[in-house]
Antibody, heavy 123, light 110 residues
Framework: EVQLVESGGGLVQPGGSLRLSCAASGFTFSNYWMSWVRQAPGKGLEWVANIKQDGGEKYSVDSVRGRFTISRDNAKNSLYLQMNSLRAEDTAVYYC????????????????WGQGTLVTVSS | QSALTQPASVSGSPGQSITISCTGTSSDVGSYNLVSWYQQHPGKAPKLMIYEGSKRPSGVSNRFSGSKSGNTASLTISGLQAEDEADYHCCSYAGSSTYVFGTGTKVTVL
């Protein structure tokens, strides 16, 4: 069974840092692009960042570029999001998500999501 | 990278069909037929319903269908059921391995 379990969220002051982790199981983690997606309270989803299977390509939304860094450790089946210079507007539930792959191909869609971890940025 | 525009709410009676729109720009929805749709029940993680415009993952009911015209993608739910009551989010590929989500739509089954 595919499982994605996020951890590392919590309350942090503006300007502070947090490192989120996502533990993957039930599939060959190193074969998949992975993403972080967030959802502010009562709001829609927002794509945050992607990382290629080998970690060699990374992409992120403009609002976090230079502050957040996505990374992965395929030996530990884990995805990470290092968040620095946090702002109030970064307050959200952060989900890790797996790109959808089937029948030997991979597609533009996220088929498995974790349960999310809440990050609250407040003084 | 502005959010795609969705109606805040859509409602319908059981058995009816409803359509949720998702309007972007020529840089995202208009340039690629790569919109995905997600269903999200309260307090739960999103579930992939449609990918790459109109394709359904295995296990998703054929009552859900996707389409696109110009800069607007649409999700149609036919034969509306009580369990379809949820939030729905669209997401488009926006080039250079980036994505943009919609503002989200609350579907109410009357």
């Amino acid at each position: 069974e595919v499982q994605l379990v996020e951890s590392g969220g919590g309350l942090v002051q503006p300007g502070g840092s947090l490192r989120l982790s996502c533990a993957a199981s039930g599939f060959t983690f190193s074969n998949y692009w992975m993403s972080w997606v967030r959802q502010a309270p009562g709001k829609g989803l927002e794509w945050v960042a992607n990382i290629k299977q080998d970690g060699g390509e990374k992409y992120s939304v403009d609002s976090v570029r230079g502050r957040f860094t996505i990374s992965r450790d395929n030996a530990k089946n884990s995805l990470y999001l290092q968040m620095n210079s946090l702002r109030a507007e970064d307050t959200a539930v952060y989900y890790c998500a797996r790109f959808y792959c089937s029948g030997g191909g991979c597609y533009h869609g996220f088929d498995y999501w974790g349960q999310g971890t809440l990050v609250t940025v407040s003084s | 990278q502005s959010a795609l525009t969705q109606p805040a709410s859509v409602s319908g009676s059981p058995g009816q069909s409803i359509t949720i729109s998702c309007t972007g720009t020529s840089s995202d929805v208009g340039s690629y037929n790569l919109v995905s749709w997600y269903q999200q029940h309260p307090g739960k993680a999103p579930k992939l319903m449609i990918y790459e415009g109109s394709k359904r993952p295995s296990g998703v009911s054929n009552r859900f269908s996707g389409s696109k015209s110009g800069n607007t993608a649409s999700l149609t739910i036919s034969g509306l059921q009580a369990e379809d009551e949820a939030d729905y989010h669209c997401c488009s590929y926006a080039g250079s391995s980036t994505y943009v989500f919609g503002t989200g739509t609350k579907v109410t089954v009357l």
